[in-house]
């Protein structure tokens, strides 16, 4: 696994109201080599990283998977703490984190972003 944004702790309790933008992959055939996952801040010490997951306007709960680390920060925000996964790794991760769906590529509305400079995060 690969860890980013060791420098910003947050708190992650709130979930948002609904993402925006998801893509969905259907095939296994489609899932990316590399899969990049928001989290919470974790260090290469860590041996468990916990995965965000965000509750849907439908009441599931998702894990937001991105397909590259540009999509993850657009959709998240420069401030977002991420791991990189393998991406055959994705089904399992899902099912082991109680997400119900997985949701690729997903916006989180605006005011939900996360800043490299927000209050408390340096």
């Known amino acids: 696994m ?8 947050r708190e992650h309790e709130q979930a948002a109201p609904a993402v925006f ?7 296994e ?5 590399t899969v990049y996952l928001p989290s919470q801040r974790a260090t290469r010490q860590d041996e468990e990283v916990t995965l965000e997951l965000r509750d849907t306007a439908q009441g599931d709960r998702a894990l937001l998977a991105f397909t590259s680390l540009r ?6 925000g420069d401030g977002q703490a991420w ?23 997903a916006a989180l ?5 996360r800043t490299r400079y927000q209050e408390g995060a340096r």
């Open 109 to 113: 509305p605006v005011d939900e972003l």
């Open 2 to 9: 690969v860890y980013g944004d060791r420098h910003v702790m």
């Open 83 to 105: 791991v990189a996964v393998r991406g055959h790794q994705i089904d399992d991760l899902r099912a082991r984190s109680g997400a119900d769906v997985i949701l690729w590529d």
């Open 21 to 27: 933008r998801a893509e969905h992959i259907e095939s």
């Open 71 to 76: 999509e993850l920060v657009d959709g998240c």
């Open 29 to 33: 055939e489609q899932v990316p080599e």
